[in-house]
């Protein structure tokens, strides 16, 4: 099925885990994609493994755009970038985010203020660059911000993180409620524990020799008893962005192998 047929998405984050995974998705649904990431090699890759699997129409399939989006005047730029290669906007997933592993006092103001710049910011950056770009269109359009459980739920060692990942749930809310008069829907995805490279990295460098070991202890941590992979968090991505969904909008979907429900 082509159910984003000659649509223009945006996807931040895109050169890697579930960014990747949504950017690809989309691609194969028909979908022009721009793949926006601070890591331009990154997002070059995902553009040719787009290409490779025979998505969209040759060089129109996707484009990748290099962008920090913390920063406003660089958003402005690759944003009016993309809407004037693929004439409009159509959909934004903002996919891009770090993460930071700590306490309150183990977390720094450094830590603090570099992880408010991208998941905040640089939600509010994007959103604010996309809105403009969508509301001419004739169906409106659809942002897609990726939150997390621990949006609604306390997470050991998530300060900073948790503390973004309720900003981007509630401006998700604001978003929805404003615009839906301009046929704007927002809605946000909640996953718990994704197999990423974040996920990888963080055990080679927290525990050395025993990274098997701690894999398999944070996948039971998950009810369901395993992480979930990027790509079952593109199906639910698709969906939210296609018309199949055009009476959804305002809402938080968990998608965490029951961590929320079954864990309470």
Do not use: W
Not at 71 to 87: I, K, L, P
Not at 235 to 261: H, K, M, P, R, W
């Amino acid at each position: 099925m082509r159910e984003l047929e000659r649509k223009v998405a945006i996807v931040t984050g895109g050169g890697s885990g579930i960014g990747r995974a949504i950017a690809l998705r989309f691609a194969r649904a028909g979908a022009r994609v721009a793949v926006v990431d601070v890591v331009e090699p990154a997002a070059q890759q995902t553009v040719r493994e787009i290409a490779a699997c025979g998505a969209g129409d040759g060089e129109e399939a996707a484009a990748a755009v290099p962008c920090d989006v913390s920063r406003q005047a660089d958003v402005g730029r690759a944003f009016q970038a993309v809407v004037g290669r693929f004439a409009g906007l159509d959909i934004l997933v903002n996919s891009a985010g770090i993460a930071h592993v700590g306490n309150l006092e183990q977390t720094s103001e450094q830590d603090f203020d570099r992880l408010y710049a991208v998941n905040v910011k640089g939600v509010y950056n994007c959103m604010q660059a996309a809105v403009p770009a969508m509301k001419p269109r004739a169906g409106g359009g659809v942002i897609l911000n990726i939150a997390s459980v621990a949006s609604s739920v306390g997470i050991p060692d998530r300060f900073a993180y948790s503390m973004t990942k309720g900003a981007v749930l509630t401006m998700t809310y604001s978003v929805a409620r404003d615009y839906v008069a301009e046929k704007i829907r927002c809605n946000c995805i909640a996953p718990g524990r994704v197999h990423t490279p974040f996920v990888d990295g963080f055990l080679a460098k927290s525990y050395p020799g025993r990274e098997r070991e701690m894999f398999e202890q944070l996948s039971r941590t998950q009810p369901i008893g395993r992480m979930g992979r990027p790509e079952e968090i593109a199906e639910l991505a698709l969906f939210l962005c296609s018309d199949a969904a055009s009476f959804i909008t305002g809402c938080n979907y968990a998608i965490d192998g029951g961590f929320v429900t079954l864990k309470m």
